[in-house]
């Protein structure tokens, strides 16, 4: 979407002052890590943002589930709007009842209860397009905004009238559709048509991210789509002297004798074919004493995972841990010997330079975006191959050449991943020539 030269005439003068009110969405924010790395980033950039820039006015759309957490990050130009009170207004009141009526599983409307599949799946999303707008007109009235910048993909309130960012992460649901319900699946779709539909600018993760973006949308230019790196490898203390290791002997572990693995316990993150490969590894060397540490929130797919280590045998050898504050992560990260991802997609994959930067050798998927996150300064491997996974173990505890050789290389290509101030300049850039055509 272009957006006009008349529609930005009443923004020229706090322009010209370089001031600049950006609202975001952060209403699909979720408790805890949930939303993976995607919630680290965005907080952390729109912190990083706020300072470097402080004639920025940003607003952050919150929620009843998220407000109180995100309250912390209240700055001088940072405030929080609690879009629960809009659900509150008469209108708002009277949408949701009905749609609550319509998608209610239970619901005795004869005539609602048997309506065809598809014809049910275009009343909704008319219904959310109403929904949607109302709340984005009232939302308009409480703000003259500049731009509406929304990190985690769906334009939900592009009827503020008001150029628009959105970030894509990736596009998993089109290469693995299998691992969403049909409903996931839909919702994921239309989320990229509307992006498509209604964001001035795209940002992308990687060029991976970018070329698959244009790959499923054609009528996309190529200045449509810009990528910005996640610049955050140093976000985490690389202080190895830290004396507090309890965790460690909790997880019944030994410095240096396990590899670490973090990532929510998600179907494309790929244990199950890690998990049968460590099992291969060990199989072939059975005096070895390394383990396996995997890291990530609870989940019903978590709880099945534990059973599968149990129906293996592993269970002494592999640990799933629970969701870990910052230090404790920290913690088993400088400890570890390594770090592992066997990731079957990822658009960027944040927790390989973490490892780079906290000097440890990485082991990782040859698909997706991490050969151009990782390049040489990684150990690759096939991740649908668990025999692949397992030479590739076998080779990083064989070989401590290798793994010091890793580490040299880590530190170098990390490097172009670790200035989080240039990672907010490059956004704030977009959200100048976005807003102001500057």
Same mark, same amino acid.
Request: proline share 4%; aromatic share 12%; hydrophobic share 40%.
């Given at each position: 979407?272009?957006?006009?030269?008349?529609?930005?005439?009443?923004?020229?003068?706090?322009?010209?002052?370089?001031?600049?009110?950006?609202?975001?969405?952060?209403?699909?924010?979720?408790?805890?890590?949930?939303?993976?790395?995607?919630?680290?980033?965005?907080?952390?950039?729109?912190?990083?943002?706020?300072?470097?820039?402080?004639?920025?006015?940003?607003?952050?759309?919150?929620?009843?589930?998220?407000?109180?957490?995100?309250?912390?990050?209240?700055?001088?130009?940072?405030?929080?709007?609690?879009?629960?009170?809009?659900?509150?207004?008469?209108?708002?009141?009277?949408?949701?009842?009905?749609?609550?009526?319509?998608?209610?599983?239970? +619901? !005795?409307?004869?005539? #609602?209860?048997?309506?065809?599949?598809?014809? $049910?799946? *275009?009343?909704?999303?008319? @219904? /959310?397009?109403?929904?949607?707008?109302?709340?984005?007109?009232?939302?308009?009235?409480?703000?003259?905004?500049?731009?509406?910048?929304?990190?985690?993909?769906?334009?939900?309130?592009?009827?503020?009238?008001?150029?628009?960012?959105?970030?894509?992460?990736?596009?998993?649901?089109?290469?693995?559709?299998?691992?969403?319900?049909?409903?996931?699946?839909?919702?994921?779709?239309?989320?990229?048509?509307?992006?498509?539909?209604?964001?001035?600018?795209?940002?992308?993760?990687?060029?991976?991210?970018?070329?698959?973006?244009?790959?499923?949308?054609?009528?996309?230019?190529?200045?449509?789509?810009?990528?910005?790196?996640?610049?955050?490898?140093?976000?985490?203390?690389?202080?190895?002297?830290?004396?507090?290791?309890?965790?460690?002997?909790?997880?019944?572990? +030994? !410095?240096?004798?396990? #590899?670490?693995?973090?990532?929510?316990?998600? $179907?494309? *993150?790929?244990?199950?074919? @890690? /998990?049968?490969?460590?099992?291969?590894?060990?199989?072939?060397?059975?005096?070895?004493?390394?383990?396996?540490?995997?890291?990530?929130?609870?989940?019903?797919?978590?709880?099945?995972?534990?059973?599968?280590?149990?129906?293996?045998?592993?269970?002494?050898?592999?640990?799933?841990?629970?969701?870990?504050?910052?230090?404790?992560?920290?913690?088993?990260?400088?400890?570890?010997?390594?770090?592992?991802?066997?990731?079957?997609?990822?658009?960027?994959?944040?927790?390989?330079?973490?490892?780079?930067?906290?000097?440890?050798?990485?082991?990782?998927?040859?698909?997706?975006?991490?050969?151009?996150?990782?390049?040489?300064?990684?150990?690759?491997?096939?991740?649908?191959?668990?025999?692949?996974?397992?030479?590739?173990?076998?080779?990083?505890?064989?070989?401590?050449?290798?793994?010091?050789? #890793?580490?040299?290389?880590?530190?170098?290509?990390?490097? *172009?991943?670790?200035?989080?101030?240039?990672?907010?300049?490059?956004?704030?850039?977009?959200?100048?020539?976005?807003?102001?055509?500057?």
């Amino acid at each position: 979407m272009i957006f006009s030269t008349s529609k930005k005439s009443n923004k020229i003068e706090r322009f010209k002052e370089k001031h600049m009110r950006v609202l975001v969405d952060l209403t699909p924010i979720l408790p805890g890590g949930e939303n993976g790395g995607a919630k680290i980033m965005t907080l952390r950039l729109i912190k990083t943002m706020a300072k470097l820039e402080p004639k920025f006015h940003f607003t952050l759309l919150t929620n009843n589930l998220n407000h109180s957490e995100i309250s912390k990050y209240r700055t001088k130009n940072i405030s929080l709007y609690n879009t629960s009170e809009v659900k509150k207004k008469p209108v708002m009141s009277l949408l949701k009842n009905i749609i609550n009526v319509v998608f209610n599983k239970n +619901t !005795n409307n004869i005539i #609602l209860k048997h309506l065809p599949k598809r014809v $049910k799946e *275009k009343l909704r999303n008319y @219904l /959310f397009q109403i929904k949607s707008y109302f709340e984005s007109r009232i939302l308009s009235n409480e703000f003259n905004a500049d731009l509406l910048f929304c990190p985690f993909t769906a334009p939900f309130y592009h009827h503020l009238n008001i150029p628009i960012v959105s970030i894509v992460y990736d596009l998993q649901f089109f290469y693995y559709p299998f691992f969403f319900t049909p409903e996931q699946y839909q919702e994921r779709k239309q989320t990229f048509i509307d992006t498509t539909k209604h964001s001035d600018k795209i940002i992308s993760i990687s060029e991976f991210v970018k070329e698959t973006i244009h790959e499923k949308n054609k009528e996309l230019k190529d200045e449509d789509v810009k990528t910005i790196y996640i610049r955050m490898g140093k976000r985490l203390n690389r202080d190895l002297t830290i004396r507090n290791k309890s965790i460690l002997n909790n997880l019944n572990l +030994t !410095n240096s004798e396990y #590899l670490i693995y973090p990532a929510n316990f998600w $179907k494309h *993150k790929n244990h199950l074919l @890690l /998990f049968t490969a460590f099992n291969l590894f060990k199989a072939k060397n059975p005096s070895s004493t390394l383990k396996l540490v995997c890291t990530g929130a609870d989940s019903p797919y978590k709880t099945f995972l534990y059973e599968v280590v149990y129906r293996i045998g592993l269970q002494n050898k592999v640990i799933l841990t629970k969701y870990l504050k910052e230090k404790e992560f920290q913690i088993l990260l400088n400890n570890s010997k390594g770090l592992i991802f066997p990731s079957l997609y990822e658009g960027f994959g944040m927790p390989v330079i973490e490892g780079m930067v906290a000097r440890k050798p990485i082991l990782c998927s040859n698909t997706t975006s991490l050969p151009e996150i990782a390049g040489d300064a990684a150990i690759l491997f096939n991740p649908k191959n668990p025999e692949d996974i397992a030479n590739a173990i076998m080779r990083f505890e064989m070989d401590i050449n290798l793994r010091n050789e #890793l580490v040299k290389k880590g530190l170098e290509k990390s490097e *172009k991943f670790t200035d989080e101030n240039l990672m907010a300049m490059e956004y704030s850039s977009v959200f100048k020539e976005v807003a102001y055509g500057n």
